[in-house]
């Protein structure tokens, strides 16, 4: 049955439509003969109970040059016009992204929201890995800068980055042999407000590089590595890491068997994590990607296997 579907995502014309994993959602909902809409998270608004979206109709396609066509804005009542929401903007998960969790939430029980909202809220990827201690890296939580560099003292190697960042783009490899671990606790203490992030580095990133894992409904789909280039340490495809084919060891699969049934609960149908030398360090519930790299490098529509769990999503939904 064709579905209403409204995706709150990042503008449209910011995307890299041949390799974005929302995109190609997107174009697989339109394959199945659903009604999608597209909004921004500013589009979104609370009205004495309404829960109400500035959107657009879309018809995206995979055509080269002519990857879709918008049709006239309208407002949008998700509790009354939409059979399903689904949040894709990128992080940075900061109040905006948290307010569009508490206003989607208003939506339980009339409209289904994937991933859920409270659970996406509670689960900050990079937080939601401490749950899991026992598959992580030695790992810090801190705007201390004492407690920062007692850390550094203690593991000597390690890794900083912001904790409600993505991509990549401020992760820091600082060693025995670096001398600006001053600055960088300055640095990060300036521009951040909130708590950093600091990892015992793990070497495998530079040899079997930084895997992603994608789970559907707790159960691990398949993953693929991106392995750092030159002399980056940093693994994302968008900073130049290279994608390859990985089967998913025997430590990783003890990961995805822990991991895949409090997933499933929360209602984080399409996850993706990220392991390093058998090492969990993320847990990708905002919006995951990957499932365009992975498709090039398996022959496959990974997309087809995520429309099916959401469309069972909204079938037993409706049957509540």
């Not at 640095?187 to 495998?204: D, H, L, S, T, V």
């Not at 280039?229 to 060891?249: M, N, T």
């Not at 997309?303 to 079938?315: G, S």
Request: charged letters at 25%.
């Amino acid at each position: 049955m064709p579905l209403r579907v409204a995706v709150q995502m990042d503008p449209i014309e910011r995307i890299a439509y041949d390799f974005d994993s929302t995109f190609g959602l997107m174009v697989e909902a339109c394959k199945r003969g659903h009604e999608l809409y597209i909004y921004r998270p500013c589009d979104l608004s609370y009205l004495d109970g309404r829960i109400l979206a500035r959107a657009r109709p879309i018809a995206a396609r995979a055509t080269p040059g002519d990857y879709y066509t918008l049709g006239e804005e309208r407002v949008l009542d998700l509790r009354t016009e939409a059979d399903l929401v689904l949040m894709r903007q990128d992080p940075p998960f900061n109040m905006e992204y948290i307010t569009a969790t508490h206003i989607l939430e208003h939506l339980e029980g009339d409209t289904l929201v994937l991933n859920d909202p409270a659970a996406v809220r509670n689960a900050p990827e990079k937080l939601l890995v401490t749950r899991f201690r026992e598959f992580a890296p030695p790992t810090l939580i801190s705007a201390d800068p004492k407690a920062i560099r007692a850390f550094y003292e203690a593991h000597g190697d390690i890794i900083l980055k912001p904790l409600y960042d993505y991509g990549g783009s401020l992760v820091f490899h600082v060693d025995r042999t670096s001398d600006n671990i001053g600055s960088l606790i300055s640095m990060f203490g300036r521009f951040y407000k909130e708590p950093i992030i600091a990892q015992k580095y793990i070497p495998e990133i530079k040899i079997t590089g930084d895997k992603r894992i994608l789970f559907i409904e707790g159960v691990a789909a398949g993953g693929f590595a991106r392995v750092p280039q030159g002399q980056e340490v940093r693994a994302g495809l968008y900073l130049g890491g290279k994608a390859v084919a990985s089967k998913i060891s025997a430590r990783e699969q003890e990961i995805c068997d822990a991991l895949g049934p409090e997933l499933r609960k929360r209602g984080l149908v399409f996850v993706g994590i990220d392991v390093i030398g058998g090492y969990l360090t993320e847990i990708n519930v905002t919006c995951p990607s990957g499932v365009r790299d992975y498709n090039q490098l398996y022959n496959t529509r990974l997309e087809e296997k995520v429309w099916d769990a959401f469309e069972q999503r909204v079938k037993e939904f409706k049957r509540r």
